[in-house]
């Protein structure tokens, strides 16, 4: 899998599933097998997940604070819309601070919108868990 983990200038791009095949070509003349790339479709998985799976641990316990603040908006916002206030709420239970949670918002592309007088959340459509 090839996955997008870091970018102070826009959001992640998406995770790619990729799959490693063995290739035969001629170097200098001589057969050689080597591996190859082959691409697959997009997926959900970031580069936090990847690495707690290597190390088998939650993810919550990779990646550090913007780590935890990433999968606690996946956790909050993966079934739909929450008002901030929740959001909000939420890092202070998990001892996250809001600059950590808006930095996490803004790598995921989370968007905010005023209804009624509230501020809500919502994962972008192509972050949506599958």
């Given at each position: 899998?090839?996955a997008?983990?870091?970018?102070?200038v826009?959001?992640?791009?998406?995770?790619?599933?990729?799959?490693?095949?063995?290739?035969?070509?001629?170097?200098?003349?001589?057969?050689?097998?080597?591996?190859?790339?082959?691409?697959?479709?997009?997926?959900?998985?970031?580069?936090?997940?990847?690495?707690?799976?290597?190390?088998?641990?939650s993810?919550?316990?990779?990646?550090?604070?913007a780590?935890?603040?990433?999968?606690?908006?996946?956790?909050?916002?993966?079934?739909?819309?929450?008002?901030?206030?929740?959001?909000?709420?939420?890092?202070?239970r998990r001892?996250?601070?809001?600059?950590?949670?808006?930095a996490?918002?803004?790598s995921?592309g989370?968007?905010?919108?005023?209804?009624g007088?509230?501020?809500?959340?919502?994962?972008p459509d192509?972050?949506?868990?599958?």
């Amino acid at each position: 899998m090839i996955a997008h983990d870091k970018c102070n200038v826009g959001k992640l791009a998406r995770s790619v599933r990729m799959r490693l095949e063995e290739a035969t070509v001629q170097v200098e003349g001589q057969p050689a097998t080597l591996p190859r790339a082959e691409l697959g479709e997009e997926c959900d998985y970031g580069a936090n997940d990847l690495m707690a799976a290597e190390a088998e641990v939650s993810r919550d316990k990779v990646g550090g604070k913007a780590g935890k603040a990433q999968s606690m908006l996946y956790d909050l916002l993966g079934d739909g819309p929450k008002a901030a206030r929740v959001v909000e709420e939420e890092a202070g239970r998990r001892e996250l601070s809001w600059r950590t949670v808006e930095a996490a918002k803004a790598s995921l592309g989370v968007k905010s919108k005023n209804v009624g007088g509230a501020w809500v959340w919502a994962l972008p459509d192509d972050r949506l868990p599958l």
